[in-house]
C-alpha cells in the first residue's frame, strides 16, 4: 500500500491547515496519505528516510514569496508564507535526490518552477490584463470554467485520458517562465501554463484543482498505477 506525502498550509498564526479533499482523494485511492510538517531541511531529510514514502504531493494554498523568483512584491500580492516556502522547496529538492515521484496542485505547480528557477506573474489581472480575472472563479469549486488543452503523449494527458479537458480555477498567479528541463503539458486558450511536467524526473504538476472535482478522480487512481 503506498503512502503518498502532503504539504500542509501554514496560516498568519501560524496554525497548519490542509483542505480535506487532499487527503481524501488519496485515501479514496487505497493509498495512506501523510502530512510532512513544516520542519527545517535537516529535519526534512530525516522525515523521509524515517516515513519512506512513495510519493509527493505539494497541495495548494498561498502565494509563493516574489524574493524566491528575484522580484519585488506588487501591491496585489496576496498571503505569503516564507517558512511554508522554504520547506516545501527544501521538501521538493529532498525529493528529487531521492527520485521520488512529485505531484504538484495549483501553488504545488508554482514551488516546482520556482525550485528549478522559473519566475511567475504575482497577479495575473494587474500585470496580464482582467481577462485573466476568470482563473479565480466564483463558480462552485467543482464547476468547470475553462478548457485545457494537453499535449499528446504527455503525462497529463495519459492520466485523464485526453487531450482536452474541463477544469476549474482558482488561482491569480501563473507560470511567467518555465523552470530549468520543465515542459509545458497544458494550456488555457488564453496562453496560461495548466500544467508541466519533467518526465525523466517523474515530476507533475497542474494548475488546476482535480480533488474538488468528482469528475476527475480517475485521475489520483491513475497517478497511483503510475507508480509502479
Not at 487505497?30 to 522525515?47: E, H, N, Q, R, T
Not at 505547480?109 to 482582467?130: A, F, H, K, Y
Not at 499535449?151 to 523552470?179: E, F, R, W, Y
Request: with cysteine; net charge negative.
Amino acid at each position: 500500500m503506498y503512502k503518498i506525502a502532503i504539504t500542509c498550509d501554514i496560516d498568519r498564526d501560524g496554525r497548519l491547515m490542509l483542505r480535506p479533499e487532499y487527503h481524501q482523494a488519496i485515501a479514496d485511492c487505497g493509498a495512506i496519505p501523510v502530512i510532512v510538517p513544516p520542519i527545517d531541511s535537516d529535519g526534512l531529510d530525516k522525515w523521509l528516510d524515517c516515513v519512506s514514502v512513495d510519493a509527493l504531493l505539494l497541495s495548494g494554498g498561498a502565494d509563493i514569496d516574489p524574493a524566491l523568483f528575484g522580484e519585488e512584491p506588487v501591491a496585489e500580492l496576496g498571503r505569503v508564507s516564507r517558512q511554508r516556502d522554504d520547506y516545501e522547496i527544501a521538501l521538493f529538492r529532498a525529493a528529487e535526490r531521492r527520485r521520488i515521484p512529485v505531484l504538484g496542485i495549483c501553488r504545488g505547480l508554482q514551488v516546482i518552477n520556482v525550485s528549478r528557477g522559473g519566475t511567475l506573474w504575482q497577479d495575473m489581472p494587474s500585470q496580464c490584463g482582467e481577462k485573466f480575472a476568470i482563473h479565480d472563479q466564483t463558480q462552485p469549486t467543482e464547476t468547470p470554467v475553462h478548457e485545457v488543452n494537453l499535449l499528446a503523449g504527455s503525462q497529463i494527458a495519459v492520466l485523464l485520458g485526453g487531450t482536452q479537458v474541463g477544469t476549474n480555477s482558482h488561482h491569480h498567479q501563473s507560470v511567467k517562465t518555465l523552470g530549468e528541463s520543465l515542459i509545458a503539458t497544458g494550456t488555457s486558450a488564453d496562453g496560461t501554463i495548466e500544467a508541466l511536467e519533467d518526465r525523466q524526473a517523474n515530476i507533475l504538476a497542474v494548475q488546476f484543482h482535480p480533488e474538488r472535482m468528482p469528475q476527475m478522480r480517475h485521475f489520483f487512481q491513475n497517478w497511483l498505477r503510475s507508480l509502479r
